[in-house]
Structures are given as structure tokens and as C-alpha cells.
């Protein structure tokens, strides 16, 4: 089965996604203590997770889905930060 990467990214603010379609792993990290969130959550069609502001994000989801933000800045380029995982 098919997969794509997303994210590996932080951001200055706080944001709510949601699986509109298909099924996606959200891997959430602490950037300053790198402390991982666990379980990693899996969310499938319908499902909603609140990412906090400064909280590095990798997502890995099946081809074709579908992924909405909300989010309260539409310019995502000057809060967005790189953020690389040590997998």
C-alpha cells in the first residue's frame, strides 16, 4: 500500500486537523525535550486531533487521503518552522 509523508514541521500557533477521507499516523514530538507522544495516533475518516503550537509534526498517510486545517493565520510560511525527527 501506497504512503506519503507530510509535515516534519512546527508551528508559532496552534491547529486542529482532520481526516476528511482515507486513514493517517500522526506523529507528534516535543521539540524541546523531544518526548514523543504515545501512542502515536492513528485517525481514519471523520477523526479530529488538536496539534499544540510548537509541537513538531510528521503525518503518514495512505495515498488519497484527505487532510483539512484549521488554523488562525492563513500566511503558514512565516509561523512555519522545519523540524526533523531522529527516526
Known sequence: QDIVRIGNHYRDWAEIYMVAHGKAQFILENIESKERLKPTPTLVTGDRIFIP?????????????????????????KGTHTYNFDD
Open 53 to 77: 503550537a510548537y509541537t513538531g509534526l510528521q503525518i503518514i498517510a495512505e495515498k488519497g487521503t484527505v487532510i483539512l486545517i484549521a488554523a488562525p493565520s492563513a500566511e503558514r510560511e
